[in-house]
């Protein structure tokens, strides 16, 4: 297929807000592909590269001035093979031959090509394909259910594998995933609680569990080999030797869980949060040990757990690894509920989790079974650009554009800016950290890729006319980086919306939880 046809897709896509609209053009272009066209063609739509990154930055792709080919020439095919020798080169000499293999590709592209290779090598391709209308749309070319193309997603942790199985091989191919010991599982999420009560009375019978201010961890075992990943399915084996040495000296042979790690002070409270994932890009634990908590066992002696209950899964929990349970209480009553919260602020962690306990392990967040109960409005949002400060900020890029996702798979939706919470550390941080980022700048902003997410804590959304989503965020201050979330992890403007008065959301206050 020739690579036009794609890029006519993706404008197509970015030109529509109907999600109907953009699953409908995506089906189309994915019933016409070949067999070894599928994975490359749904990671680009999906605004990725199947080979990751490719040592391609933004200056480079602004220094480029090649005319641009009147015909349409490149074809999918030829486009993944660059794609595969950019990704292969490296040592001497690195940076000419990707200028030259880059010099190649834009040569015989067309201007709407390099338009679409530029956003897409810059990471700002954002045509509205994100993970939930891509799943939609292969599920619909391939003339199947969405949920076995989702439970196959959750399997693989790749959507462009869990697509091509679902086009050439339909359900059969999909029944094939299977829970694989050492390929991480797609976490299951959580979705904001309007309070205590109302968790407790949607959900019914429920576990209620510490929200431990901890960095997401899942473990795999089989035998003497250890896994250790983070929430973003990143390996970091390497860098916990502490949890590695915990799971090998659990009682079994192979086991799957899910929790939270965290550093704690000699008095046993949770340190800041970025001191633990500081230990995540570390090579030894550099006397910071990190302590695991689980909440989850989707796996455990060779028996798949993903689709039995919670509660079932908890009983597992317990008999493998009692020792590291997150602090939680079953079926509890009003006062006891309302109690753990208590005693879970009082020991410096976030709030709670309610959780049903019927309910199954499910990737992402759909549906409500788990719920988060934070005493605060706090929003995950992803950071759009910083403002050069001035005063005692000059030089230092201060104040943050900040953006709710688009949860039609458009881009972040601009809801604020702040520079409150800053401290010097992260003032100098950012000013180092943001050109890694950069997609363009002008005389007084430095304009980000959707990559970074800042968590923020404000005192509630009103209406604005000022920003594109109709709200603004009011007294917004900045807690900290969330490096272990990605941009299609950020709260959506929907989430941002429903802070409205009136929208259904209220802060959660400790003594008012349940009568």
């Known amino acids: 297929m020739l690579l036009e046809r794609?890029?006519?897709?993706?404008?197509?896509?970015?030109?529509?807000?109907?999600?109907?609209?953009?699953?409908?053009?995506l089906s189309a272009l994915l019933m016409r592909l070949d067999a070894a066209e599928v994975e490359p063609v749904v990671s680009w739509l999906s605004g990725?590269?199947?080979?990751?990154?490719?040592?391609?930055?933004?200056?480079?792709?602004?220094?480029?001035?090649?005319?641009?080919?009147?015909?349409?020439?490149?074809?999918?095919?030829?486009?993944?093979?660059l794609f595969d020798r950019l990704a292969a080169t490296a040592g001497a000499g690195s940076a000419a031959a990707r200028r030259e293999l880059l010099s190649?590709?834009?040569?015989?592209?067309?201007?709407?090509?390099?338009?679409?290779?530029v956003q897409l090598l810059g990471g700002e391709l954002r045509q509205g394909a994100l993970e939930g209308v891509m799943t939609d749309a292969v599920a619909r070319a391939a003339?199947?259910?969405?949920?076995?193309?989702?439970?196959?997603?959750?399997?693989s942790g790749r959507l462009p594998h869990a697509a091509a199985a679902a086009l050439q091989g339909g359900l059969g191919a999909l029944a094939e995933f299977r829970l694989e010991l050492g390929r991480p599982v797609r976490p299951m999420l959580a979705a904001p609680a309007e309070?205590?009560?109302?968790a407790v009375d949607e959900l019914g019978e429920v576990s209620v569990e510490y929200k431990l201010d901890g960095a997401r961890i899942q473990v795999h075992r089989d035998n003497e080999r250890v896994w250790v990943f983070t929430r973003t399915l990143r390996d970091?084996?390497?860098?916990?030797?502490?949890?590695?040495?915990?799971?090998?000296?659990?009682?079994?042979?192979?086991?799957?869980?899910?929790?939270?790690?965290?550093?704690?002070?000699?008095?046993?409270?949770?340190?800041?949060?970025?001191?633990t994932m500081s230990r995540f890009g570390a090579r030894s634990e550099r006397e910071l040990l990190l302590h695991p908590y689980f909440f989850d066992c989707v796996h455990l002696d060779g028996e798949d757990l993903l689709d039995r209950p919670l509660s079932e899964r908890l009983s597992a929990l317990e008999r493998v690894a009692p020792g590291h349970r997150v602090p939680a209480v079953i079926r509890p009553d009003a006062d006891t509920a309302g109690a753990h919260l208590d005693a879970s602020l009082e020991h410096g962690h976030e709030g709670v989790m309610v959780k049903q306990l019927a309910s199954p392990y499910i990737a992402g967040r759909r549906g409500r079974a788990w719920q988060k109960v934070k005493p605060e409005h706090t929003v995950d949002l992803v950071v759009l650009g910083a403002e050069w400060g001035y005063g005692r900020r000059r030089g230092f890029l201060s104040n943050l554009h900040l953006g709710a996702r688009d949860p039609d798979g458009g881009p972040p939706i601009m809801?604020?800016?702040?520079?409150?919470?800053?401290?010097?550390?992260?003032?100098?941080?950012q000013t180092e950290e943001f050109p890694k980022h950069e997609s363009h700048r002008d005389e007084h902003t430095v304009y980000l890729r959707a990559e970074l997410v800042v968590e923020i804590e404000l005192d509630g959304v009103q209406t604005s006319t000022r920003y594109p989503g109709g709200v603004a965020l009011r007294f917004a201050r900045i807690l900290r980086y969330r490096p272990d979330k990605s941009a299609a992890e950020a709260d959506t403007i929907d989430a941002v919306r429903a802070l409205l008065p009136g929208g259904g959301l209220h802060t959660p206050v400790p003594d008012q939880g349940l009568p």
């Open 6 to 25: 794609v890029v006519e897709t993706s404008a197509t896509v970015a030109e529509t807000r109907s999600r109907r609209a953009k699953i409908d053009a």
């Open 48 to 81: 990725e590269l199947v080979q990751g990154r490719v040592g391609i930055g933004y200056r480079t792709l602004s220094g480029l001035r090649i005319p641009a080919s009147r015909t349409p020439t490149l074809t999918v095919a030829m486009l993944d093979d």
């Open 104 to 117: 190649e590709m834009f040569d015989r592209a067309t201007t709407a090509e390099q338009r679409f290779l």
């Open 143 to 155: 003339g199947l259910p969405a949920e076995p193309v989702r439970r196959a997603f959750m399997l």
């Open 195 to 198: 309070s205590l009560r109302s």
């Open 236 to 275: 970091i084996t390497a860098s916990v030797p502490e949890l590695v040495q915990l799971l090998a000296g659990l009682p079994c042979r192979s086991v799957v869980l899910d929790g939270e790690t965290l550093a704690l002070t000699d008095a046993g409270r949770p340190r800041p949060f970025q001191e």
């Open 415 to 429: 809801v604020g800016k702040t520079f409150k919470g800053l401290t010097d550390a992260l003032l100098r941080w």
